[in-house]
């Protein structure tokens, strides 16, 4: 059950998309379509941003998307925005029926 | 609104137990599965442990597997986390988190529990 593998930090400028990985094995990331996003202000609850891969609950920006290739998903943010400079996680169900989350990502807004 | 209210951490020393709840609100417990989910002070999540809707499928971290159990009650739209044996990288803050087939689509505000003699 190791952690799923993100940066430890991605950047960007007001305006300019971002890409966060998330690699992991067969047994998890790549053996299924049940990755997801979330983002976590300080102090707070994290919150879903991108289910089943690609999918985007109601009232998340259009500005978030998911996708996959392969043992690695990728969630990316379009438009940059200074609201945007929090942490990210992915999340993947395995094999074993359990769940794993990747290491975690800080956005930065330059 | 769904809610979900998490209680029972609190200080605690080594090697002793702690019972964790959490109440829900909100949704139809009784057709959703569970989980609790932890984060160490400063560090990155953690999926701890997760129970199906009917506490026919449970499933644990390997790193809590043997000390920790979870159960529910449906009929009190509660979810609970015996953890026994705790150690001081049990530290963290520890939420419940709603399954929705797969992901976790909403999340308490966590309980803390804090292992140190």
């Known amino acids: 059950q190791s952690a799923l593998t993100q940066p430890a930090s991605v950047s960007g400028s007001p305006g300019q998309s971002i890409t966060i990985s998330c690699t992991g094995t067969?047994?998890?990331?790549?053996?299924?379509?049940?990755v997801s996003w979330y983002q976590q202000h300080p102090g707070k609850a994290p919150k879903l941003m991108i289910y089943d891969v690609s999918n985007r609950p109601s009232g998340v920006s259009n500005r978030f998307s998911g996708s996959k290739s392969g043992n690695t998903a990728s969630l990316t943010i379009s438009g940059l925005q200074a609201e945007d400079e929090v942490d990210y996680y992915c999340?993947?169900?395995?094999?074993?029926?359990?769940?794993?989350f990747g290491t975690g990502t800080k956005v930065t807004v330059l | 609104e769904v809610q979900l209210v998490e209680s029972g951490g609190g200080l605690v020393q080594p090697g002793r137990s702690l019972r964790l709840s959490c109440v829900a609100s909100?949704?139809?417990?009784?057709?959703?599965?569970m989980h609790w989910v932890r984060q160490a002070p400063g560090k990155g999540l953690e999926w701890v442990s997760g129970?199906?809707?009917?506490?026919?499928?449970?499933g644990y971290a390997d790193s809590v597997k043997g000390r920790f159990t979870i159960s529910r009650d449906n009929a009190k739209n509660s979810l609970y986390l015996q953890m026994n044996s705790l150690r001081a990288e049990d530290t963290a803050l520890y939420y419940c988190a709603k399954d929705n087939g797969h992901n976790f689509d909403y999340w308490g505000q966590g309980t803390l529990v804090t292992v140190s003699s």
């Open positions: 909100g949704f139809t417990f009784d057709e959703c599965a």
């Open positions: 999340s993947s169900y395995t094999s074993s029926s359990t769940r794993v």
């Open positions: 067969s047994s998890d990331v790549g053996g299924y379509n049940y």
């Open positions: 129970i199906s809707w009917n506490s026919g499928s449970i």
